[in-house]
């Protein structure tokens, strides 16, 4: 099977050497090692780990020199590069371990001795040359957090250590720390989240841990141009940014979550295919400055300028701004989605010292966040896409707590020959706890969800007037991050002439 794999999986040159070995599964003795480590199992012993991954050439032998490359290793580079002897092999075997000498390409095998070095995925190997094997790509993105806290304080160190440790044997989950100082665990869904934390109880920290309310990450977004061009002057007012704000629309979005216009690419080609598939003027597309957030995000700033000196030494600073403002936008300190930020003028001062970082950058984040709110300023709330089977005299309980839950089916089939519906809905992910055992209740236990995660869509109501739900969501979300209280005015962002 893996020679039409190679292609998916080997991030080098499909025909160097490594390549060419993991297309023949080469057994041979002189045959380059590589092997994807894909998670790590925790041992019997609490605190260490069994890398376990797929030999995919060569062989791998216990005492071997081998090459670990991790997930931000550039061939040729140091960073993210050990080279550190094996262990131990084993052959793991449901849950008992088998120690061999030596494992040939093809099979699974457990190494002893790496686990720390990799945080979750990495890739073995003992050629010079090899390029790392690609990581894995989740189809689903970690969408519900809940902050722990231990019950009593001196356990701390335990529970942190112990986040460490889950984090390393899931790949999907994500630990860190608020700025407020809460400990979040984010997973993809509250099944997984209820597994995490079982695991982290009794398995990683051995002490009581107390766990918050689930929360939920929000996006902010424009839904219109902005009413007027946004002004910032910079601190020391000798220059000043003019900006337009307008959403880029839903598919532009996707298609950057999902690669298709390539962040890295050539920005001709790039600007070719924006301008063919989305409208956009092709002088405007191929002028895109940046992505935010992290440069892959998607949100643009584009340059619309004509003829403006200086204009690429402010080039660097003004994508900062722009990537500082995307990631934590104005409404509520969550990331902004689905923006697009058009520079139209800019008045430099003409000493370049009263143009550098420290002026230009804190400038380009007010003026983009001035530019957002002028532009009708939207929330968008993730998605759970909830397939459910369930028998039809107990379909009625499905569609009630469906529209309690401000959840919607949008798509009902038969199984051919059985009583059994198939139901899809769209739902919330801030009314999706406790979905599953008000399910089970309200059907009397004959309905059986699936839920993922789908697509963003917009919260309703208008973020920044009092009284709607999106509103109270936005307060919600301030007082968790322990922002002030009330949504940062316009004027804060917005200079006059």
Known sequence: AQKYRVEALYSGPSDDEAATAMRNCDTSPEAPLMMYVSKMVPAADRGRFYA????????IRTGQKVRILGPNYEPGGKTDLWVKNIQRTLIMMGRTQE????????????LVGVDQYLLKSGTLTTLESAHPIKTMK????????????????????????????????????????????????????????????????????GAEVE????????????????????????????NRLYVIGSPLGEEMSNAID??????????????????????????????????????????????????????????????????????????????????????????????????????????????????????????????FIVDISVPQDAMGGCYGMMSQRRGHVFDEEQQPGTPMMHLKAYLPVSESFGFNGDLGKAT????????????WAVFGGNPLEAGTKANEAVLDTRQRKGLSEEIPPLDRYLDKL
């Open 258 to 383: 999902e690669n298709k216009v390539d962040p890295r690419a050539d920005p001709k080609i790039r600007g070719r295919y924006i301008a063919d598939n989305f409208g956009w003027d092709v002088a405007e597309a191929r002028k895109i400055w940046g992505f935010g957030p992290d440069g892959s995000g998607p949100n643009v700033f584009t340059d619309a300028t004509k003829g403006v000196d200086f204009l690429m030494e402010i080039k660097e600073s003004c994508v900062n701004g722009f990537a500082w403002a995307t990631k934590n936008g104005p409404i509520c300190d969550e990331q902004i989605r689905g923006c697009k930020f058009a520079l139209q003028d800019v008045t430099l001062h003409a000493d370049s010292i009263h143009r550098g970082m420290g002026q230009i950058m804190p400038t380009a984040r007010r003026v983009c966040f001035a530019a957002m709110l002028t532009a009708t300023p939207v929330i968008y709330e993730p998605m």
């Open 99 to 110: 120690q061999v000498q030596d494992i040939p390409a093809g099979n699974t095998c457990g």
């Open 52 to 59: 376990f991954g797929r030999v995919y050439s060569g062989m």
């Open 138 to 205: 989740f189809s689903v993105s970690p969408v519900v957090r809940v902050a722990v806290a231990p019950k009593t304080s001196k356990d701390l160190p335990k529970l942190v250590e112990g986040m460490k440790r889950l984090s390393k044997s899931d790949p999907m989950v994500l630990c860190y720390t608020e700025d407020t100082g809460e400990h979040v665990i984010a997973g993809c869904g509250e099944l997984h989240l209820e597994i995490c934390l079982k695991d982290l109880q009794e398995d990683f920290v």
């Open 444 to 455: 009397g236990g004959k309905a059986f969800p699936q839920m993922s995660f789908s697509h």
């Open 211 to 238: 766990i918050g309310n689930p929360i939920v990450s929000y996006r902010e977004s424009c839904s219109t141009e902005s009413s007027q061009t946004c002004l910032s002057k910079s601190a020391n007012k000798h």
